[in-house]
């Protein structure tokens, strides 16, 4: 069955940086776009950027970007979100999205 686990959350400094990962299963992860989203509680979610099946194309929310970097790495089936000068507005849960599919979610929180 499909599968995305996330991993890489954590509680970082404002200005600090953190690298996501998403590592796909049960589907060809080459044959699909990906997506990173984030929700902060009462919130729906938000797309953060999304990657296109051979990541030549990529596009972020305009509150990410400049700071957040989008990669996949086809060969090992895993997406990853390069997350540098983060700020207490970017503390959600992001998940990654593939195939119809969502991930059990990484908590990211920013805080001093």
């Known amino acids: 069955q499909v599968q995305l686990v996330e991993s890489g959350g954590g509680l970082v400094q404002p200005g600090g940086s953190l690298t996501l990962s998403c590592a796909a299963s049960?589907?060809?992860?080459?044959?699909?776009?990906v997506s990173w989203y984030r929700q902060t509680p009462g919130k729906g979610r938000e797309l953060v950027a999304a990657i296109s099946r051979n990541g030549d194309s990529t596009n972020y929310a305009v509150s990410v970007k400049g700071r957040f970097t989008i990669s996949r790495n086809n060969a090992q089936n895993t997406l990853y979100l390069q997350m540098n000068d983060l700020q207490p507005e970017d503390t959600a849960v992001y998940y990654c999205?593939?195939?119809?599919?969502w991930g059990q979610g990484t908590q990211v929180t920013v805080s001093s």
């Open positions: 999205s593939a195939y119809g599919s």
């Open positions: 049960g589907f060809t992860f080459s044959n699909y776009a």
